[in-house]
């Protein structure tokens, strides 16, 4: 699992993930909710998720904006967790309305 992923991996899982860019070898997402509430719940959904991963977020938020990069720090880019805490996120933010 923390093995870094070929650029031809990290292209098919983009495939399967929304509005994911690579951007400075981090799967990266800008993700827009309709206030700070639903912004803020959505973190506070992820964290436990990402915590039961032992795999953590870079991200920061500004008012309905959440910005996240993931990136496996011990590999040095990109791994299946990564993509694996990325379709979490997609779930969760899915259903908080982003
Ligand atoms: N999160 C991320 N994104 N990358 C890591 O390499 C990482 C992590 N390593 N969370 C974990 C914690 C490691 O430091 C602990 C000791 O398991």
Redesign the pocket.
Known sequence: MREKLSQQEIDAALLQLHGWTLAENKLHRVFKFADFTAAFSFMCAVAPVAERM?????WCNSYNTVRVD??????GGVTAN?VELAKAMDTIAASAGA
Do not use: F
């Not at 032992?54 to 870079?58: L, N, Q």
């Not at 993931?70 to 590999?75: E, F, K, P, R």
């Open positions: 032992d795999h953590h977020p870079d993931l990136s496996t720090h011990d590999a990564d």
